[in-house]
């Protein structure tokens, strides 16, 4: 069994999720701090160019975004359950919303320019010059663009006064019921990155059945981990040989086939493609085949929604 790697930096919103899901699992990994911005020569020697945080390593079997990091896991360790039965739907449908549509409107209320003078007031002003360009970047070829702060500041109640309404319920104390789930720490992440800096922590503390449900999910803690450098996650995919295909069968609707060159890309941001083979194309997942000259030959995990492919 190889260990689980997480290439993450402290900052990133979708890291803290996935921290949160493997202290959910109560699970060890191992800790990769990458750059949070360009470049990230350990981290795309392994990926092949995704360059959105967090990745989540098993040997030479390389997994992007964290909607797929979270079917992972629960393939890892079953119980207590991400996906709780019954209500795999809701919760991955959830998820969704949260990674996307509240993520990208609390995105819009971080980087407004007072919260982002408190956030970087100790930062040398160099960084934060590449910071900005970096994120710029980020957004360039994607099919979504950062939410206008003031259409962001009118949404957030919405957003609000929904998820109380949700908490309200009488099945528990948590979105579904009452234990934690995916849906939780999607939503978590987005309030957690809120409450960063004074300007926008109101936004998530002026609620307060808000404040207490968060306190309870962040509460999970993020499991054991031990520190690992990138040129030693880069030699165990190196030593390693991917797994075994899952069984489900390939199927693709677009037509492509089992062994073809292609490349795969975010759609939204982040849309940096990955060349390789196509080797498996199930109902959430895409995988390609790829070789790299330091991290050898390795297995790129996708989920196929918010994801396209293009024949090379």
């Known amino acids: 069994m190889h260990e689980l790697i997480l290439h993450h930096y402290p900052t990133s919103p979708f890291a803290e999720k996935a921290r949160l899901m493997l202290g959910f699992k109560q699970l060890s990994w191992r800790s990769v701090m990458i750059p949070p911005v360009m470049p990230k020569p350990d981290l795309t020697a392994l990926t092949g160019g995704y360059r959105r945080t967090p990745v989540l390593q098993v040997g030479a079997d390389i997994y992007c975004d964290t909607a797929l990091i979270a079917r992972r896991l629960e393939a890892e360790k079953a119980t207590p359950a991400l996906f709780p039965e019954g209500q795999e739907f809701t919760a991955a449908t959830l998820a969704q919303w949260a990674d996307s549509v509240l993520f990208l409107n609390a995105v819009s209320l971080v980087f407004q320019p007072e919260s982002m003078a408190v956030r970087f007031a100790q930062v040398p002003k160099e960084f934060v010059q590449v910071f900005s360009q970096d994120r710029a970047q980020l957004f360039a070829n994607g099919s979504v663009n950062r939410v206008p702060l003031e259409q962001a500041k009118s949404n957030w109640p919405v957003f609000m006064s929904r998820l ?112 390789g083979e196509l080797v498996f194309a199930g109902a959430e997942e895409l995988i390609l085949r790829r070789s790299d000259d330091r991290a050898g030959v390795v297995h790129v995990h996708f989920p196929r929604s918010g994801y396209r492919i293009e024949a090379r």
């Not at 999607?186 to 922590?201: D, G």
């Open 164 to 275: 109380q309404q949700q908490l309200a319920r009488e099945e528990g104390e948590f979105l579904l019921g009452a234990a934690p789930s995916l849906a939780d720490f999607a939503v978590a992440h987005c309030l957690w990155f809120l409450r960063a800096t004074p300007v926008t922590a109101p936004l998530v503390d002026g609620y307060p059945e808000i404040h207490a449900w968060l306190g309870k999910v962040l509460g999970v803690g993020h499991g054991s981990s031990s520190e690992m450098s990138g040129e030693d996650a880069v030699r165990v995919a190196r030593e390693a040989e991917p797994a075994a295909l899952p069984e489900e069968a390939f199927v693709d609707p677009n037509g492509f086939q089992e062994g073809q060159p292609v490349t795969i890309a975010a759609v939204d941001y982040g849309a940096d493609p990955v060349e």
